[in-house]
């Protein structure tokens, strides 16, 4: 139980297109999803927090008008790159948490390996 | 604020020793604290995780961790290392009700034949 799955597993594209990456929790219903983002050799960082049905909080530093979130229902979210460019080119992943109070523990998704040129 | 920190972000050891992964946290209340691997270009695997009950942890693979508050540590641990355990291993803190993971900056281990 408990998987969470990203798609796709890997994107390219060009400098100026969006793309769109998909996370679902199959087992489960997610009140709560993460996206992270990894660089090469570095840990995850925390990119932004995404509650079913409201508005994903961004941490600092994060340009919520260039990864737009939408966590449209308890199963899915998702993740736009607007305008990629090459700077942009990350390791995303992301974590959902179950429902009930004390529930602390995320499942994370496979990642997905976007490559901007 | 909650903070996590790993020591040592390359350890080597040879197949068949001790595995130890060293970690400790910064919090303000009590922690839930987790351990994850990571293969390459693959998401993050739970090794274990300690949520207030028993001090020492089991987890899969034969890893496992002890809690001590007194020294704020949570390091992992394997008695035998094995070459399938070469991966990257994250320590991770989350506190309060937004559940936030604050993640450590990682250790990469690598198992000597």
Redesign the interface.
């Known amino acids: 139980g408990a998987v969470?799955s990203?798609h796709p597993s890997w994107v390219i594209c060009k400098s100026g297109t969006s793309v769109k990456i998909e996370c679902r929790s199959l087992d489960f219903q997610a009140t709560?999803m993460?996206w992270y983002r990894q660089f090469p050799?570095?840990?995850?960082m925390?990119m932004a927090?995404s509650n079913e049905g409201s508005k994903a909080t961004y941490e600092q530093g994060v340009e919520k008008d260039k990864f737009l979130i939408n966590h449209a229902s308890l199963t899915l979210s998702t993740l736009t790159v607007t305008s990629a460019h090459p700077e942009d080119s990350s390791?995303y992943?992301c974590?959902a948490?179950g429902q009930g109070a004390g529930?602390?523990?995320?499942?994370?998704?496979?990642?997905t390996?976007l490559t901007v040129l | 604020a909650q903070s996590v920190t790993q020591l040592g972000s390359h350890v080597s050891v040879s197949e068949g020793a001790l595995v130890l992964l060293r970690c400790n946290y910064s919090s303000s209340v009590p922690p839930y604290l987790f351990w994850y691997v990571q293969y390459p270009n693959q998401g993050l695997q739970l090794l274990l995780k300690y949520t207030s009950a028993a001090t020492l942890v089991k987890g899969i693979n034969g890893f496992e961790a002890e809690f001590k508050k007194s020294e704020t540590s949570f390091h992992l641990t394997k008695p035998s290392a094995h070459m399938s355990d070469a991966a990257e291993y994250f320590c991770a803190v989350s506190v309060g009700t937004g559940n936030q993971f604050y993640f450590g900056t990682g250790t990469s281990l690598t198992v000597i034949p």
């Open positions: 969470v990203q709560t993460f050799k570095q840990s995850l925390l927090t390791f992943i974590s948490r529930y602390n523990e995320q499942f994370f998704g496979p990642g390996r």
